[in-house]
């Protein structure tokens, strides 16, 4: 389906092993905001894009777009200033020790534990921790069962026992 979209030789260029994450620290490396900070809004790892997030929507972090928006029920219409999303090879992840820009490598810890790690000529080869923002679901589980769910008391009861081989099916 991908490739019904997109083309072939597009699809060859996504890049399979992301290391930005959506609220990474990152620096704008190439174009008009070349030096400026700001944290990962968003990831489109079918475009190989990502959205940065400003400190407000006309902020010099992001690349604006103007967008004309029609008056509908319950908001205003009006030109507004939206953030257009940047190729991923034009962002680096920021050194929380030098504040430099850095690539990222992968290391494994003695417990075993998989960390990232700041990498480059001038880094400090500290880890770069996870954004505490992807503990976060964007869409929150359901708290009340609906419909649809298997009440508890089915899930809860007992259908094999596996001393006598009761409940077995006779095949």
């Known amino acids: ?9 597009a699809a060859q260029k996504l890049i399979n092993h992301w290391k930005i994450l959506r609220g990474d620290n990152v620096m704008i490396i190439r174009g008009k905001d070349k030096g400026e900070t700001g944290i990962i809004k968003r990831v489109i790892r079918s475009q190989n894009r990502v959205i940065v997030e400003g400190k407000n929507l006309v902020s010099s972090y992001v690349y604006v777009v103007k967008k004309h928006i029609k008056q509908g029920q319950g908001h205003e219409g009006g030109i507004f200033s939206v953030e257009a999303p940047l190729h991923a090879s034009n962002v680096q992840v920021v050194d929380p020790v030098t ?8 290391k494994y810890l003695e417990d075993g534990t998989k960390v990232r790690v700041a990498r480059g000529v001038g880094t400090s080869g500290s880890i770069i921790p996870r954004p505490e923002i992807l503990k976060i679901r ?6 009340i069962a609906g419909p649809k769910d ?8 007992k ?3 596996a001393k006598t081989g009761m409940g077995m099916p006779n095949l």
């Open 150 to 157: 298997t009440p508890m008391d089915l899930v809860l009861e």
């Open 99 to 106: 504040g430099n820009p850095c690539k990222v490598g992968i």
């Open 1 to 9: 389906v991908l490739l019904d979209i997109m083309g072939w030789k």
């Open 159 to 161: 259908t094999y026992d």
């Open 138 to 143: 964007s869409t929150p589980r359901p708290t």
